[in-house]
């Protein structure tokens, strides 16, 4: 099955740096990567996604890069502020042999802390 | 607000006794998911719904537990016989938010209901 690695898993940076967060993945027929940002205590919030015809996508502050050949793909934060701060999850998912499901893995979490 | 609710929002049990969660996802979402997450990792799928049918099952969904989603509606997750390593994060997942398109690729999450069992 799928296998999602991520790091770092804690990143603390200034307010005003960039921060960044790698992920790879093993199955190369993984086709759709989101990213969430968990708040503590809360559910995990859609914030980004990127699917595998694409190389980059941006969002405002936030950008996803990826890589197929490398099987990596990246979250890019530009001018952190405080409320950034959060847990962030990759994913990786590919379409199902039976129906239309497609279920994420997970990576293990990034906790990103912005210092004031 | 994705328009997913998920009841109760918390739920301390015994261990050895059996629980059971519901999800209410958007009526017009044909698709859920149900998965589950422990302190400090991220979540791991459970299974899929598309309407009624159920079709898919992950190796971490032993014979304790049990989804149903009668009339492809709202989906109930039991778990029989409770142990302490149940005790997590049960979020549901719907590929589409109150007022959106349904997607293909994305989903969205309720706010979970956390399970403690003592």
């Known amino acids: 099955g799928e296998n999602v690695e991520q790091h770092p898993s804690t990143l603390s940076v200034q307010e005003g740096d960039s921060a960044v967060i790698k992920c790879t993945y093993s199955d190369s027929a993984s086709n759709y990567f989101p990213w969430y940002k968990q708040e503590l205590g809360k559910r995990p919030q859609l914030i980004i996604d990127?699917?595998?015809?694409?190389g980059e996508k941006k969002d405002q502050r936030i950008a996803v890069t990826l890589n197929k050949t490398a099987k990596h793909f990246s979250l890019h934060i530009t001018e952190t502020q405080p409320e950034d701060s959060a847990v962030y999850f990759c994913?990786?998912?590919?379409?199902?042999?039976?129906?239309?499901?497609?279920?994420?893995?997970f990576g293990s979490g990034t906790q990103l802390t912005v210092l004031p | 607000d994705t328009g997913v609710s998920q009841n109760p929002r918390h739920k301390i049990t015994k261990r050895g006794q059996n629980v059971t969660f519901r999800c209410d996802p958007i009526s017009e979402h044909n698709r859920l998911y149900w998965y589950r997450q422990t302190l400090g990792q991220g979540p791991e799928f459970l299974t899929y719904f598309q309407n009624e049918a159920q079709l898919e099952k992950s190796r971490l969904l032993s014979d304790r537990f049990s989804a149903e989603r009668p009339k492809g509606s709202f989906s109930t997750l039991e778990i029989q016989r409770t142990e302490q390593g149940d005790s997590a994060m049960y979020l549901c997942?719907?590929?589409?938010?109150?007022?959106?398109?349904?997607?293909?690729?994305?989903?969205?999450f309720g706010p979970g209901t956390r399970l403690t069992v003592l």
């Open positions: 990127i699917r595998s015809n694409v």
């Open positions: 994913a990786a998912s590919k379409p199902s042999s039976r129906g239309s499901a497609r279920q994420l893995t």
């Open positions: 997942a719907t590929p589409g938010v109150a007022g959106g398109p349904s997607s293909y690729n994305e989903q969205f």
